[in-house]
């Protein structure tokens, strides 16, 4: 939590609220014949107005070249170093589709796929079998019953799923089952310690059941499985900082990921009118909001040039409103940058900024990649941004004497 | 010490002269109605016109959103890691009253206390009791003798004085005497470990004669002790740079901080005028000298904004004497921010310059916190600082064949 060996000893709590406004995918590059990017094309008076009075920079998600996932990207923006704090891709699966997870949980990522008659793989993905033939068969698998351990599975798309195992001391440090090529059956799960040999074991009782339970099916008559991961241990958000935190976010994941740190993941709509609807009437109840805004990554992924641009508009029309809050410290960022010409996340810097009493402008006229990087924030790494969020909330005492 | 892993094996000696300014709490923000900082407000003919042929930038004390207090800003203009060389607070407040301190030497803040006829605590600051009745009550305890230990009371100010203890194996891993809360005594120094043991038992022993000395006091009838720390212990300047420096500065804290990492400290008076005469005389004697300017910092504390533009015009007039010394290497530069607006520390970063034959201006025409970031330092670690003024006087080698 924060990067500052000292951080305990440094924080104090104050009455001055924090306002974090994430834009997935926020950062974008030029598309087109006009060689100006999303954030360039936009029309953004609102948010450029904010941006002359507030310290700027691009934020540096997890190193130079680095494309990060939601996970890390995330992590970092929460003050957690990303390289020390990992979460697995069968947590972040769980996670994804708002699969609760308490420590000493462990999950994996679930693939159907299909075996011939002497067992062996033809195809490890059960020919991208449709969600309405694979949702049924993962009901099914979810019925399964082992001694001593609690098995949910869970649909998740396609030929996906994800199995959360609840029990004493399981431990991802366990063997994949899915041998990554056909013509073999799928494998055992070994213990790589002595203490995970119990949990292999478990497991392999549940895929012989499972093997067992869907024999049967045409296509989906096997299955893999992959990335096990332990729920993540984070130190807690809000104890750490002295904070009293909630998350305010319409898809599953940035819920899931706001949970696994410890804050309190508020109900809220799926458009984000409804986000903001619930974050005015829970203002007075918390002092730090992560407050999550998924249309700019999106129609980045979508590759829409178009439609990234007109995400930025809708993003800046409610600037209004979140200032009308009148939070003492107001943050617009993004996890990561997803150019809409890469129709993918990407490494490059994420367009910020900071508004407090504290700052009062630094030249800075537009909010876009290539005005912010002469804020006087530079070029920075992501992990530092909560630093900066408790220092202009005066929630951070001097250090040293 | 400069953190460089191959330092000792590229240092080389050369004639050319460092000369460090150092203006305390440099950095500021706007104030008022002009948007203008104390820098961007005030006429800087001379430091403008210097930093037109420096290499500038703005420098982190310690890290991102961190406020750092005098230690912590010091070390890191003196090359070392603020995180990694800790001064405890006993032993600052010692330094910073011109108590000398040698290895080994332990130090505590003390406070003056009243306590009620059963031992109780009623004010841990004893009415906030005047230097002038506290002075001779911290004379009294001076001269209170206990086996093997040198025991030294000096009065600080109102209820507050410093314990300096002297003697063989002292640690600091012992408790404090404040229980922080009234109505109960003062607490019982306890070791936190075997090693500490004695050094508890003594100073237990020490208490109860204090306790006794000034059981008679109407107001100031007991103390309590906390913020114990060893002096301490880091690599010598001169030694590891080698260099030869010296350090000019009126205020104890600051000779304090310079003696500690070896620096010579040479007498000087209390105005700065006298400060740069000790400067001149000293001229030949050493290769680095440190020179301290407090009344940026004092004026950025007072809160008085025209104060401090007018301490900065004030360190301009003085430029042209110090460069007609025809340092090698001049900088100017500062331990943290003390925006006038704060009345306080903070954690912006701070202007930088370093000049030298090796610099030869980079479009920068003021110096000041808008101006300086599109320096080619950027915004940089203020423990680097060393370096730079290392490599630009000639006394860095090549690194690496």
Redesign the interface.
Known sequence: MI????LKD?VQTTESKILMVVADGLGGLPGGDTRQSELETASLPNINRLAQESACGLSTPVALGITPGSGPGHLALFGYDPLVHMIGRGALEAIGIGLELKPGDLAARGNFATTDAAGNLVDRRAGRISTEKAAPIAERLNKIEIPNLEVTVEHVLDYRFVVRLRGEKLSEDISETDPQITGVPPLRVEGFNKGALNTAKAINMFVSSAFKEIENEPIANSLLLRGWANAPSLPNFGTSLGLNPAAIASYPMYRGLASIVGMQVIKTGTDFSAQVETLKNNWSAHDYFFLHYKHTDSAGEDGDFGKKVTAIEALDSFLPELLSLEPDVLILAGDHSTPSIMSSHSWHPVPFLIHSK?T????ISRFNERELR?????I?EAK?I???????SGK??????
């Open positions: 990067d500052f060996p000292y440094i504290w009062r402008g630094e030249g002469y804020g006087s924030l530079g920075f530092h909560m630093s900066l969020a408790m220092a202009h951070l005492a001097k250090f040293g004497p």
